[in-house]
T-cell receptor, first 116, second 113 residues
């Protein structure tokens, strides 16, 4: 149980275009989902926290107009990287917190974004 | 503010040898602590967690960790490492007030055959 999926696993897009990444909790309901960014050989940096039905809370330094987050249902959150640039290339990981748990997060497999 | 320190960036051990990965945290109250493992290009898998109670916690894949409040540490151990354990290991602390996980910088484990 407690499986989180991400789609796509890899995406290559051209500079200036937008790309959407989906995060789904497959066998549980998640009122809260988290989006992380990971640069090569580095740790995970929390970008934003999304709560179902409300606006996401962004961490300091994260451009909310560039990284659009939508959490329209208890099983789906999306991250849209708008007007992508090469510096947005990174590994994006989502996690979801079970509605019945206050602490545990279940992580997706990640999405490798490459902007050319 | 809470923080997590993993002093060892890289560790190399021989297969069959014992392993200890260090983790120190800074947090005012009793933390909720986690160890995750990440294989290349993959997401994170939870190895074990500590919320309360017995300070020695058992996890998956033969890993264990011990919470030591006096040392603000939560070190991960395994008595005999397998080649498949080669991966990146992250220690994390959950802070209720912040409602989020804070990760350490990770330790890259290499296993020599």
């Amino acid at each position: 149980g407690a499986v989180v999926s991400q789609h796509p696993s890899r995406v290559i897009c051209k500079s200036g275009t937008s790309v959407k990444i989906e995060c789904r909790s497959l066998d549980f309901q998640a009122t809260t989902m988290f989006w992380y960014r990971q640069f090569p050989k580095q740790s995970l940096m929390l970008m934003a926290t999304s709560n179902e039905g409300s606006k996401a809370t962004y961490e300091q330094g994260v451009e909310k107009d560039k990284f659009l987050i939508n959490h329209a249902s208890l099983t789906l959150s999306t991250l849209t990287v708008t007007s992508a640039h090469p510096e947005d290339s990174s590994f994006y990981i989502c996690s979801a917190r079970d509605i019945s748990s206050s602490y545990e997060q279940y992580f997706g497999p990640g999405t490798r974004l490459t902007v050319t | 503010a809470q923080s997590v320190t993993q002093p060892d960036i890289h560790i190399t051990v021989s297969e069959g040898a014992s392993l200890e990965l260090r983790c120190n945290y800074s947090y005012g109250a009793t933390p909720y602590l986690f160890w995750y493992v990440q294989s290349p290009g993959q997401g994170l898998q939870l190895l074990l967690k500590y919320f309360s109670g017995d300070t020695l916690v058992q996890g998956i894949k033969g890993f264990e960790a011990e919470f030591k409040r006096s040392q603000s540490s939560f070190n991960l151990r395994k008595p005999s490492v397998h080649w498949s354990d080669a991966a990146e290991y992250f220690c994390a602390v959950f802070t209720g007030g912040g409602n989020k996980l804070t990760f350490g910088t990770g330790t890259q484990l290499k296993v020599e055959l």
